[in-house]
């Protein structure tokens, strides 16, 4: 007994090593399968807060940047704002019916502002952390998008914070289709390069070129249909050879993520609601 | 005693912003990331027990893995690199006196410190870097990211400790 004793004084150093990593990994595992361990993530109070003062500075760096990409865009809405207004008189649409729409617009368009402040580009699963919580009306498994394109998937909230899945992670699948042709396929990240992912499972008898848009497909309820994900880069066979592998450079860039939008899930409840009430009257 | 504690515990804090705010988005030529916080438990005095250096590097680990949404992997690394350390240092620092040292060049010579820096780094990071790639397994990407983050982690370390003297 008391060598036993003895023995368990002299190496009690091994069982606590042996605790402490089954602890990390039992955390690692956690994290991997569960949602509710929110608080060993950046969206907890302390590092959310930390992270949010540093998003406060670095965001000036890139301002120029995203004032001349908003400029850009402002024109590219005004002039088609133009030619539809255009094209609306032309059709005999009265004036005051396109300025009700307007209105009709404002309403709908409850997108969620939110600032990118933490966000990484090169592990195997990569995650961003944004400065808005439950308490702004994000909640898991809502699509982000930026002014470019799709960034990712709402993982877990907390209050004040929330952690994205990004489209780098090797979690994250988004239906895409190709814009014009309608082919679609499952968009995913293999890894390293973070300007390029890969659609898989495109039919053999699919037309389309290089340089064709990607767009979301809008199966799924998470994203809208024709949210832009990118353009087709290269063309490749998947591993089985039934079907093509198309390398998609992202048009999102991970690296100079500021703000971004989370769309919110109204449209999805009503979505979800169509689906069962068509679902009963099949019944 | 509580100076000892006091000045760890700054380190502490020092090396988790350093790490998290700056050395998280360092990605040389899209592979290499210092990850200096372990000099924590480099610099620990050979007197430290065992148990005691792990519970540091667990938590260590712990709060670097909180920021980088990466729950347990960087306390696993770091809880096994404390676990390790005592191995290394009687390995290569050839001390007779049985005196409490911290591990510096000036302690145990410029040639047994480095190495020992090296191999603790080296294997901190391929732990780490192992758990990283679990669901994501490409060897030779594995290799390099080690390689590229272990030599530019010693530089820094080095340089670091280059700036205290």
């Known amino acids: 007994m008391r060598n036993l004793l003895n023995f368990l004084i002299k190496y009690y150093y091994w069982f606590l090593f042996f605790l402490l990593e089954i602890i990390s990994f039992t955390l690692l595992f956690r994290f991997n399968h569960y949602q509710k361990s929110s608080f060993f993530t950046s969206s907890n109070a302390v590092a959310g807060e930390i992270y949010k003062i540093k998003g406060d500075v670095t965001s000036y760096f890139y301002l120029k940047e995203a004032n001349e990409d908003l400029l850009d865009r402002n024109m590219l809405l005004e002039q088609q704002l133009a030619n539809l207004r255009k094209e609306l008189q032309g059709r005999g649409v009265d004036s005051l019916d396109i300025d009700g729409m307007n209105d009709q617009i404002a309403k709908n368009s409850n997108l969620i502002k939110a600032n990118v402040i933490n966000s990484s580009l090169i592990k195997a699963d990569n995650y961003i952390t944004l400065d808005k919580g439950s308490n702004d009306g994000v909640h898991s498994e809502m699509g982000v998008i930026d002014r470019n394109g799709v960034v990712g998937i709402v993982y877990m909230t907390t209050p004040k914070y929330s952690v994205v899945i990004s489209m780098l992670n090797t979690k994250c699948r988004i239906g895409c289709k190709i814009l014009g042709s309608g082919y679609f396929g499952t968009i995913k990240w293999e890894g390293r390069d973070s300007r390029y992912a890969y659609l898989d499972d495109l039919p053999r008898h699919a037309k389309f070129g290089l340089g064709d848009t990607i767009v979301t497909s809008g199966y799924s309820d998470v994203f809208p249909a024709g949210i832009m994900v990118g353009t087709v880069d290269h063309i490749g066979n998947s591993k089985d050879g039934l079907s093509y592998q198309l390398k998609v450079r992202l048009a999102t860039d991970f690296g100079k993520l500021n703000s971004v939008r989370v769309l919110p899930k109204a449209t999805q409840m009503e979505q979800k609601l169509l689906e069962e009430s068509a679902n009963k009257q099949e019944q | ?165």
């Open chain 2, 1 to 165: 005693m509580i100076i000892t504690y006091l000045r760890r515990i700054k380190w502490f804090i020092a090396l988790v912003l350093i790490q998290v705010l700056v050395l998280n988005n360092v990605h040389i030529a899209g592979f290499a990331t210092p990850y200096i916080y372990i000099y924590l438990i480099l610099k620990m005095s050979s007197g430290t027990s065992r148990s005691e250096m792990m519970l540091w590097g667990f938590f260590l680990g712990l709060t670097i893995d909180m920021f980088s949404d990466t729950p347990g992997m960087n306390a696993a690394a770091t809880t096994f690199i404390a676990f390790i350390r005592p191995l290394f240092l009687r390995l290569f620092s050839m001390r007779d006196s049985t005196d409490e040292y911290v591990p510096a060049i000036k302690a145990i010579g410029v040639s047994p410190f480095v190495k020992y820096v090296i191999l603790c780094v080296l294997l901190h990071h391929t732990a780490l870097l192992m758990i990283e790639s679990f669901s994501l397994f490409d060897l030779s990407t594995l290799l390099i990211k080690i390689g590229s983050s272990t030599v530019v982690t010693v530089l820094c370390i080095m340089g670091i400790e280059g700036l205290r003297k």
